[in-house]
C-alpha cells in the first residue's frame, strides 16, 4: 500500500513559525528566567566552549525554522526543554566519538577515553531529580523578583557582591531575601523529599 506524504507548504511553515514565535513572545518573565535556568542546567560543562544561551538560542531557532516541530499538546516550555537536552546530548555524544577517535589514532592498544567517567552525561534519574527540584525551587519564589534575581546569579557563579551590583541590590536587600530564601527552602524541603 502507498503511503501519501504532504508536503508542508510555504505558508504551512510561517504559520507554524508565528505559533512558536508568539509563544515565546507570550512567555512570562519567570518563565524566562526558568528557561534560562533549564538552559544552564543541560549545558553545564558542555565541551567545545558552548553556553547555555547558545544552547537555547540553537533549541529556539530549530523550532522556529521546523527542524523540530513544537506539538501543539506540549507546553512551550517543556519542549525547549527537552530539545536544549537534546543538543546538548549530541554535543556530548560528538566530543565523547572524536576523543574516542583521537585517542585510538594516537594509541591503538588504548580502547576508550581515561576521563570518560569524569566527563560522563549524568543518567537521566539524577537529571530528571535536578530539573524537578529547580523548577519546585523557581514556583516557590515565583513572586520575588530579588530572590530570582539571586538564584539566577548563583546559577551562574556570581558572587554576592556581583550579584548585588548586576542587580542594583544593596547588600542588607540581598542578606535580608537570602534569610527569606532559605527559611522558605527549609519549610518546603520535607514535601519534596516525599
Known sequence: MERLTIAPNADDR?????DVAS??????????????????LWSRDLPGGLGWS???HEAIARVLDGSRPWPPDV???????????SICNDHWRR??????????????DQRSWPCEEAHEVPDPERVLAA???LANVYRLFAGDLLAL???????????????CR???????DYDTTRRRMRRTLLRHQQNWSK
Open 166 to 172: 548586576i542587580h542594583d541590590m544593596s547588600e542588607l
Open 54 to 56: 547558545d544552547i537555547l
Open 14 to 18: 510561517g504559520a507554524h513559525a508565528a
Open 95 to 108: 566530543a565523547r566519538l572524536e576523543q574516542r577517535l583521537l585517542v585510538s589514532r594516537d594509541d591503538p
Open 75 to 85: 507546553p512551550i516550555l517543556a519542549f525547549l526543554s527537552g530539545v536544549m537536552r
Open 131 to 133: 530539573a524537578q527540584t
Open 23 to 40: 509563544a515565546i513572545d507570550a512567555l512570562s518573565d519567570v518563565d524566562l528566567v526558568r528557561l534560562q535556568a533549564l538552559a544552564r
Open 149 to 163: 534575581k539571586i538564584i539566577a546569579g548563583m546559577a551562574d557563579g556570581l558572587a554576592a557582591r556581583e550579584i
